[in-house]
């Protein structure tokens, strides 16, 4: 079946430090993907949609600035947190979709996720 | 997209069914319904989905009210790996439509 990697698992950074994380769908090429935020005990947060070739597109209250997201080929979305501070610690989540159309799940797959600490 | 409600938690004895209930009174006639569940620190798993027919596969089975205004995932022999965070979404199986989480519900298997 369909399968992201998310990489790394897990990150601490320092503060005012940038931080890239890389989501890969494995096994099908990826038009679109997306980002996820998740702070301990609440659900996920969609931050942006990332489309190859293109522009990301941002939920609204996401500063793009901060949140760099570039999806150069089919297969790779980076996001990277710049300047991050303590308050962007949390758990990052991407998924994507196989367009081949898999009857599972119609090929919306996440990753395992990045925790981010930034100390 | 639809919104959805879900009871914020719920327990479950281990062995026995865990009917898990949605509420999605709002669906539109080409939204499906999708159930993820997350465990601990891991990315969201997909479960099942279905338009409006019951549908069943090796993890879970689900049923869709006639109405489609709400549903029910079934476990139907809950194991302590069963404990999770379950996730039901509604939404169009089309183009980049975004997957919006909604609080789901915390199912604890106790042995």
């Known amino acids: 079946g369909a399968v992201v990697s998310q990489h790394p698992s897990r990150v601490i950074c320092k503060s005012g430090t940038s931080v890239k994380i890389e989501c890969r769908s494995l096994d099908f090429q990826a038009t679109t993907m997306f980002w996820y935020r998740q702070f301990p005990k609440q659900s996920l947060m969609l931050m942006a949609t990332?489309?190859?070739?293109?522009?990301?597109?941002?939920e609204q209250g996401v500063e793009k600035d901060k949140f760099l997201i570039n999806h150069a080929s089919l297969t790779l979305s980076t996001l990277t947190v710049t300047s991050a501070h303590p308050e962007d610690s949390s758990f990052y989540i991407c998924?994507?979709?196989?367009?081949?159309?898999?009857?599972?799940?119609?090929?919306?797959?996440f990753g395992s996720g990045t925790r981010l600490t930034v100390v | 997209d639809a919104k959805t409600t879900q009871p914020p938690s719920m327990d479950c004895a281990e062995g026995r069914a865990a009917n898990l209930p949605c509420n999605h009174s709002?669906?539109?006639?080409?939204?499906?319904v999708y159930w993820y569940r997350q465990i601990h620190s891991q990315g969201p798993q997909y479960i099942i989905h279905?338009?409006?027919n019951n549908e069943t596969n090796e993890m879970a089975s689900l049923i869709i009210t006639e109405d489609r205004k709400s549903s029910t995932l079934i476990l139907p022999h809950a194991t302590l790996r069963d404990t999770a965070v379950y996730y039901c979404i509604v939404r169009h199986n089309t183009g980049g439509f975004k997957t919006i989480f909604g609080a789901g519900t915390r199912l604890f298997v106790k042995a």
């Open positions: 998924s994507a979709r196989d367009y081949t159309g898999t009857k599972t799940n119609y090929g919306y797959t």
């Open positions: 990332s489309n190859e070739g293109s522009k990301a597109t941002y």
């Open positions: 709002t669906i539109s006639g080409n939204e499906y």
């Open positions: 279905g338009l409006k």
